[in-house]
Nanobody, 117 residues
Framework: QVQLVESGGGLVQPGGSLRLSCAAS????????IGWFRQAPGKEREFVAA????????SYADSVKGRFTISRVYAKSTLYLQMNSLKPEDTAVYYC??????????WGQGTQVTVSS
């Protein structure tokens, strides 16, 4: 079992930055990939970025490449999503999730990100 708690969401103007955090607890994460997903009103949940917890390899959705950076502090079991050059279309509830072999079985409660002037 893995427990995930997100924080760091809020209201930001277009072009601004936010950093989301996800604190993980429970089972060892060494065999997991940890990802960020988001869901905007009226839309399906979509993949944003993921990181292999032990090796650190990363992947990103095309829509956020070059603007968002996923990272983790292994010793703190904490995942981050640094979001720069934010756009109104980045507005969504952001979730972190943990899974193995592409199946994300554990999810946080989500944190709201609103990009608006």
């Amino acid at each position: 079992q893995v427990q995930l708690v997100e924080s760091g969401g809020g209201l930001v103007q277009p072009g601004g930055s936010l950093r989301l955090s996800c604190a993980a607890s429970g089972s060892s994460l060494d065999y997991y990939a940890i990802g960020w997903f988001r869901q905007a009103p009226g839309k399906e949940r979509e993949f944003v970025a993921a990181i292999n917890w032990s090796g650190g390899s990363t992947s990103y959705a095309d829509s956020v490449k070059g603007r968002f950076t996923i990272s983790r502090v292994y010793a703190k079991s904490t995942l981050y999503l640094q979001m720069n050059s934010l756009k109104p279309e980045d507005t969504a509830v952001y979730y972190c999730a943990a899974g193995i072999a592409g199946s994300y079985d554990y999810w946080g409660q989500g944190t709201q990100v609103t990009v608006s002037s």
